[in-house]
């Protein structure tokens, strides 16, 4: 009966290991995937920026 209790807490040491390990993985997913919509927005801000910059200089090349 010890030795099947043993075990039993073994396996429950693993499984909390696991569920550890799976924890860590999902809170490291979730900073590089808010890491990845900071830089997309970045990204986008600048484009439209650069877009704004484009169309401002074709209205005074067509003004001169």
């Given at each position: 009966f010890r030795k099947l209790i043993?075990?039993?807490?073994a396996v429950a040491e693993e499984l909390?290991?696991?569920?550890e390990e799976l924890n860590n993985l999902g809170v490291n997913s979730l900073e590089k995937i808010t890491?990845?919509?900071?830089?997309?927005?970045?990204?986008?801000?600048?484009?439209?920026?650069?877009?704004?910059?484009v169309n401002e200089i074709a209205q005074n090349t067509n003004g001169v």
């Open positions: 043993g075990e039993m807490y909390s290991t696991g569920a890491q990845q919509r900071l830089e997309t927005d970045q990204n986008v801000t600048a484009m439209n920026e650069m877009s704004a910059t």
